[in-house]
């Protein structure tokens, strides 16, 4: 077995070393790129956060899925105050109820903190399941505008600026404010 990993391991040490040969020998073909010599390449940059500041649309979605995590966190707290109550009650009146009684709430309680689990669970998956669907949405109204946008800019990129993955950036290529502009301006509130 160890020979077998010792040729194999060979066979590929001798591919790699040929592959290298060939690549840094082979000069029939020369590389053309234009992001090489520069012509042709014109890069821009708008804030992410500016965009989730300033574009209404982007607004009107995070106050929606605000108002329905704060719904869902009221049913949340209905449900358990019922299981606070029913507890104690049961605190309150233990001493006076029969082995069977205390079972039969005792069961009641587990299934309210059951029901309480299910619903959480539920609630958290269609509200995480929301926001993605809203935020797809949101990135996809983005894109189109960045479509049209571009068609008399000729930008060859538009990035977003994110902190953690941009260490410099020219401010003479940041278009924010007119996405800003032209996002808002598309953008027809339902009322």
Same mark, same amino acid.
């Given at each position: 077995m160890k020979s077998i990993n010792w040729v194999v391991n060979g066979v590929l040490a001798i591919a790699v070393i040929v592959l290298y040969v060939l690549h840094f020998n082979n000069t029939d073909?020369?590389?053309k790129s234009t992001a090489a010599n520069?012509?042709?390449t014109k890069v821009a940059y708008f804030e992410i956060d500016s965009i989730q500041n300033s574009y209404s649309f982007f607004k009107e979605v995070k106050s929606a899925l605000q108002v329905k995590d704060m719904d869902n966190a009221k049913q949340l707290t209905a449900l358990k105050n019922a299981?606070?109550?029913k507890y104690q009650e049961l605190q309150k009146?233990?001493?006076?109820l029969s082995q069977a009684e205390i079972g039969s709430r005792q069961q009641e309680l587990a299934q309210l903190e059951k029901n309480y689990t299910n619903k959480e $669970? $539920? @609630?958290s998956q269609e @509200? $995480? *399941? *929301?926001s993605f669907r809203k935020l797809q949405e949101v990135k996809k109204k983005i894109e189109l505008f960045l479509e049209k946008y571009n068609k008399d800019k000729s930008f060859s990129y538009i990035f977003s600026s994110n902190p953690d993955l941009m260490y410099y950036k020219d401010t003479a290529y940041d278009i924010t404010a007119d996405i800003i502009r032209g996002l808002n301006a598309e953008y027809k509130p339902k009322n």
């Open positions: 073909t020369p590389i520069g012509a042709g299981f606070s109550i009146n233990g001493r006076y $669970q $539920q @609630l @509200l $995480q *399941e *929301e």
